[in-house]
Every structure is written in structure tokens, then in C-alpha cells.
């Protein structure tokens, strides 16, 4: 049985003002580092520019479905290994998972975990279409089983 491949990893830190009142990072800030985990998977292995990407002619590939969930708290100043990879790939959509692991522990644990799900789609119609096949092949080669 093949293994899951490695998930695409960033360090990331969090900011001082990312954080809550209580030192914490406020909810609404992980879908930002998540996304921008995601640009740089997008420009590291799915185009060579972030142009043919999020300004490309013949798609758009706009966020269908974004949840995340927490399990301990990140705070302002630590570093935490964001780990993407993606889960499900259908005819026309994608998800991708990244969970944010606090690297500073000698047991590394999982502190939180996004999930988002994307679509492609025809950017003059807004009606979905199948992902492009240069494209597919690439986000299956990081499909994980979870």
C-alpha cells in the first residue's frame, strides 16, 4: 500500500497583532495563515506564477466551503509548522486541509486545523467546470487519505 505523500510545510509565526486581548490568536486569523500556506503551495507546485493563478483568463477558482477547528490555543510570538495537503479532489472541486502543529514541544501537537474547499470555475459564466487536467494530476500528487 503506497503512503500519503509528505504534506507541502511552512513555518509560520504568529504576530502580536494577531492576537485576542488574552494573548491568543483571534478566530478569524487562521484562514489568513491558512491561505497564505496556500498561495505559497499554489505558487510551489501548481503554476509558475501567482499571476497564473489568481489572474488567469480562462478559470477562477473561487472558495466553495472554509471551516476550521481548534484544539489548543496558538499565541502571539511562537512558531507552529503548517502542514498542507490536500484531501478530496473531485470533478470540479478540491479541498485542502493545513493543520497548524506547535513546533516548540518536544511532543509536537496539533493546535488547529483548517479546511477549504475550492471550485473551478468559468470566470465570464460563474458556473463550475471540470479542473483542468495539468492541474488535477498535480493536486492528486499531494491527495492525502487523512
Given at each position: 500500500m ?10 509560520v509565526?504568529?504576530r ?18 491558512a491561505h ?17 493563478w ?20 496558538m499565541?502571539?510570538?511562537?512558531a507552529?509548522?503548517a502542514?498542507l ?19 516548540e ?18 470566470p ?5 467546470i ?17
Open positions: 503506497a503512503s500519503d505523500p509528505l504534506p507541502f510545510s511552512r513555518v509565526t504568529v502580536f497583532d494577531e492576537g485576542d486581548p488574552r494573548g491568543i490568536l483571534f478566530y478569524g486569523r487562521v484562514q489568513e495563515l497564505r500556506v496556500f498561495e505559497e503551495f499554489v505558487v510551489a507546485e501548481l503554476v509558475a506564477r501567482w499571476e497564473d489568481y489572474l488567469a483568463d480562462d478559470f477562477i477558482v473561487p472558495i466553495r466551503h472554509a471551516e476550521a477547528t481548534f484544539h489548543r490555543p499565541r502571539p510570538g511562537h507552529y509548522e502542514q495537503s490536500v484531501t478530496k479532489v473531485g470533478e470540479s472541486s478540491f479541498e485542502v486541509r493545513v493543520r497548524f502543529v506547535e513546533v514541544t518536544l511532543d509536537p501537537l496539533v493546535c488547529a486545523e483548517t479546511r477549504v474547499s475550492h471550485v473551478f470555475a468559468d465570464r459564466r460563474f458556473q463550475k471540470p479542473i483542468p487536467s495539468a492541474f488535477r494530476s498535480r493536486l492528486e500528487a499531494h491527495l492525502s487519505r487523512e
